[in-house]
T-cell receptor, first 115, second 113 residues
Framework: AQSVAQPEDQVNVAEGNPLTVKCTYSVSGNPYLFWYVQYPNRGLQFLLKYITGDNLVKGSYGFEAEFNKSQTSFHLKKPSALVSDSALYFCAVRDGIRGNNRLAFGKGNQVVVIP | NAGVTQTPKFQVLKTGQSMTLQCAQDMNHEYMSWYRQDPGMGLRLIHYSVGAGITDQGEVPNGYNVSRSTTEDFPLRLLSAAPSQTSVYFC????????????FGSGTQLSVL
């Protein structure tokens, strides 16, 4: 089974401060990990992914995420948050088994950046 | 640059009615999928397809049917709508599968009374 936990419902951060959105995962093999963002009344947009290689992954809009195998985590980070980063953020995972085409999403984290 | 197009954007049904949610992509993607989004539950996979003529069940397939007769289209059919199917539905596609980024449509908001 594959699953994702996003423990916080909402993350509040002041504009200009570092932003972190937490994600832990559970898979039976090697994980493929993703972050997506959803702006109001829109579909999800891809931010970044980890398949293999460097544990620090850089993505769109200045976001990055760090894969930590020992802690089974894949936290999303941004050094300096913008008001426009206010949105719903989803972590997703699938195990690396060939032929697995099911992606499991977390429940999402609402990020509010305060001006 | 149409990407993934979903219709309709909004729909209200009565319990027991049937309908089809349409999804079309113009990127020649092999992989297409349907998710439902409910508050506090994130996105849950309903059905997916890895190519024309091939479909499979996701996490919550009951009450829904799909078919994939062309690469471009992946309609989702509600056979007999129930209030529990009130949700926002998203179609998503990718070049080949879920190890690649998904492109999402803008969603269909469905209410079943």
């Amino acid at each position: 089974a594959q699953s994702v936990a996003q423990p916080e419902d909402q993350v509040n951060v002041a504009e200009g401060n570092p932003l972190t959105v937490k994600c832990t995962y559970s898979v039976s093999g090697n994980p493929y990990l993703f972050w997506y963002v959803q702006y109001p009344n829109r579909g999800l947009q891809f931010l970044l992914k980890y398949i293999t290689g460097d544990n620090l992954v850089k993505g769109s809009y200045g976001f990055e995420a760090e894969f930590n195998k020992s802690q089974t985590s894949f936290h999303l980070k941004k050094p300096s948050a913008l008001v426009s980063d206010s949105a719903l953020y989803f972590c997703a995972v699938r195990d690396g088994i060939r032929g697995n085409n099911r992606l499991a999403f977390g429940k999402g984290n609402q990020v509010v950046v305060i001006p | 640059n149409a990407g993934v197009t979903q219709t309709p954007k909004f729909q209200v049904l009565k319990t027991g009615q049937s309908m089809t949610l349409q999804c079309a992509q113009d990127m020649n993607h092999e992989y297409m999928s349907w998710y439902r989004q409910d508050p506090g539950m994130g996105l849950r996979l309903i059905h997916y397809s890895v190519g024309a003529g091939i479909t499979d069940q996701g996490e919550v397939p009951n009450g829904y049917n799909v078919s994939r007769s062309t690469t471009e289209d992946f309609p989702l059919r509600l056979l007999s709508a129930a209030p529990s199917q009130t949700s926002v539905y998203f179609c998503a596609s990718s070049v080949r599968g879920t190890n690649e980024k998904l492109f999402f449509g803008s969603g269909t908001q469905l209410s079943v009374l």
